[in-house]
Each structure stands twice: as C-alpha cells, then as structure tokens.
C-alpha cells in the first residue's frame, strides 16, 4: 500500500507539472498568435503605405500646372498679364524660375541633352545660354519698367523665351520619336506656338499671356507622359 501510494503521489505530481507544461504552453502560444496577429497587421498597414507612395508622383507634386482664367499657373504662380489684372513682375519671373526648372528636370529624366542652349535654374533669376556662337547668356526674367526703358534687357529677355521654346520644341520632338501617340494641340514655329507669339517686345499682353499658357499645356503634356508612360 504505501508503494501504491507513494506511486500514486509521484503521478499526481507529474500530472501536476504535466498540466503546468500544458498550459504554459498555451500561454506562449497565444502570445505568439497574438504578436503574429500584430505583424501582419503592421504588414498590412505597411503595405497599404508603400503601394500608395508608389502611386504618387513626386514630380506632379513639385510642378502642378493649372490655369486661373486666362493665366496658365505653375505652384499658383500665374505666367503672363494681361491689361485689367494686375500681376506683379515677381510672379511672373518666380512663374519662369519653376517653368525652366521644370524643363531642365524633365530633360534630366530623359537624359536629354539640347542643342544650342544650356538651362540655368535659378529660381526667379533664371537664365539660359547659347552653346555655341557668341555664346551670350539670356535673362528668362522681366521687370515693371519692361515697356519704359531697358530696351536692352528688354530684347535678352524675349530671345531668352525664343530659346526656351525651341528648347521645348526639342524635348516635344524627342517625346515624338519615342511614342508616336502622345500629341500637342499647339504646335511650335520659331518664337511662337500655337499661333502666338512668345515675344513681349510689341505684341499685345493677351497673345503673350495665350502663349505662354500654350508653353505650360506642352509642359503638362510631357510630364503626364515622361511619369506615366513608358519611361515611369
């Protein structure tokens, strides 16, 4: 009897510890569900993140382009004047500073390089020089005293436009020769595009303004296909 019950109280005790085992067995393994629950949920949310900064596009945030009435705008920053509305110089030469700098940026992408011209960011003071020829520099900015005097910066200001232009008309004929599909609805002969010209310089406020619009709707168009096309 008393190995009988010694046997007994040895079972009882390794069922004892059996059952501790048991559950703390159960124990860690809830826990584990628990934090394995957690991950895939820090996963999920993770992934939810990354999928939607794939879809955003960084250089659609940096250069929005739109319109307000008559102006087309860049970051807000409407590019042109007409009579009536008063916009000041500083926008307008800020509006140029992010247009080239658009350019220069899309060209980067493309690993295009132009011929003839070198782009110069430089925010509202930017400039673009000829490569080649008297390789004179070109201010791509204005001042309020632009119809009184200063009829030489006056005339540096308007063929830096021209050479912007035919820089965009650069960039459009390569976007051509590598999708045939992508269209412009203005297209670009010497100083104008569309049928308007991009010279300040005795032309009426209204056709620069149209024209500039017209330069900002080809800039549109390129980014939309250099992001989302072929070359995303």
């Keep these: 009897m008393r190995l009988l019950e010694l046997e007994e109280k040895t079972l009882e005790e390794e069922e004892n510890?059996?059952?501790?085992?048991?559950?703390?067995?159960?124990?860690?393994s809830a826990q584990?569900?628990?934090?394995l629950a957690s991950l895939r949920a820090a996963y999920a949310a993770d992934y939810a993140t990354l999928e939607k900064l794939?879809?955003?596009n960084v250089y659609n945030d940096g250069f929005c382009i739109g319109h307000d009435g008559v102006f087309g705008t860049i970051n807000g920053l409407r590019l042109g004047?007409?009579?009536g509305v008063p916009v000041e110089w500083p926008e307008?030469?800020?509006?140029w500073g992010q247009t080239l700098l658009l350019l220069y940026t899309i060209a980067r992408k493309l690993d295009y390089t132009f011929e003839n011209y070198r782009l110069i960011p430089m925010g509202s003071f930017s400039k673009i020089e000829r490569t080649v020829g008297d390789k004179a520099t070109y201010e791509l900015y204005g001042s309020g005293d632009l119809h009184f005097g200063r009829l030489l910066?006056?005339?540096?200001?308007d063929f830096a436009m021209v050479a912007f232009l035919d820089c965009l008309r650069q960039l459009i004929d390569h976007v051509k020769s590598q999708d045939s599909q992508v269209e412009f609805p203005h297209q670009i002969i010497k100083d104008k595009i569309g049928e308007a010209s991009v010279k300040l310089?005795?032309?009426?406020?209204?056709?620069?303004?149209?024209?500039?619009?017209?330069?900002l709707l080809a800039l549109k168009?390129?980014?939309k296909w250099t992001t989302n096309g072929s070359n995303a």
């Design 17 to 28: 510890e059996f059952w501790r085992a048991h559950n703390d067995l159960l124990l860690s």
């Design 32 to 35: 584990q569900s628990a934090q």
């Design 54 to 56: 794939e879809r955003t």
């Design 81 to 83: 004047r007409v009579p």
């Design 92 to 95: 307008i030469n800020a509006a």
């Design 153 to 157: 910066h006056n005339r540096r200001f």
């Design 201 to 215: 310089q005795f032309s009426q406020e209204e056709a620069w303004t149209r024209a500039l619009r017209h330069v």
């Design 221 to 223: 168009i390129i980014l």
